[in-house]
């Protein structure tokens, strides 16, 4: 009779731990952190493109972006590259702005262009 309280005992003990050790995940959550090359691009006045590569596992977006260039995408998720196109500067002053990429965190890149 005790033996089989034993084993019942060892039993139910077993089956707890493969339980708990099952509810364990390997699962990584949504990292925030992310990688963005390069951190300055700057154009000629006539205008141009340049290329922005993204590393990350989690959702971005690009925000800030002004109508003097656009963008082939503004959001996007896991790792990528963005082609940034700009129009000619037809103004007598360079022009500048710093566009943002979140994911979590932010990463800031200066866009200028020549006059």
């Not at 290329?51 to 963008?71: G, M, R, Y």
């Not at 940034?84 to 200066?110: H, P």
């Amino acid at each position: 009779m005790r033996r089989k309280r034993i084993v019942v005992y060892g039993t139910f003990l077993v089956i707890i731990f493969v339980a708990f050790a099952l509810s364990c995940t390997d699962e990584k959550p949504e990292v925030s952190g992310i990688i963005v090359t390069p951190s300055e691009i700057e154009f000629e006045a006539e205008g141009g493109s340049s290329i922005i590569h993204i590393t990350c596992d989690a959702k971005w977006e690009i925000s800030n972006v002004p109508d003097w260039f656009s963008l082939s995408k503004s959001a996007s998720k896991g790792n990528d590259s963005v082609v940034v196109i700009a129009l000619a500067n037809e103004d007598t002053v360079a022009r500048s702005v710093t566009i943002k990429i979140t994911a979590g965190d932010t990463k800031e890149i200066l866009i200028s262009q020549k006059n």
